[in-house]
């Protein structure tokens, strides 16, 4: 059994009461807002951030292209990286596959494995877009 030591993005941003489930996040009717902000507002925003603050988890300011200095978890190589589509689709449902460098193992909850196929997709374009944005 793994034990998650950091990001408790599950209950952050919720209430007790609030028992929507990621599926219910899908709906554009959600908050009348976009539904995968809602996602990452709801999910990511816990232990990361789309500006300078520095939270838990590593910056997602300007990951769309950028460098990443991650390890490999099996061999703890490192190696620079660009974050692409595919890397931050990895991320979410393997956290633990690519760690960025400084960041310790199991810091992130395996949240992918709540997501359909599609919320995944929707939230890696969402993350890609939006962190292009200045």
Known sequence: MAFFTGCSSLT?????????????????????????????????????????????????????????????????ELREIEADAAYLRQSILDPNALLVDGYPENLMPPIGAIFTEAQVDALVDYLLNASQAE
């Open 12 to 76: 952050q941003h919720r209430t007790p009461g609030d028992a929507r489930s990621p599926s219910d996040l899908s709906s554009p009717s959600v908050e009348n807002g976009d539904p995968d902000q809602i996602s990452l507002q709801n999910f990511c925003s816990a232990c990361h951030s789309l500006d300078d603050v520095p939270l838990t988890g590593p910056n997602l300011r300007g990951i769309a292209g950028s460098k990443r200095r991650v390890r490999n978890k099996p061999d703890g």
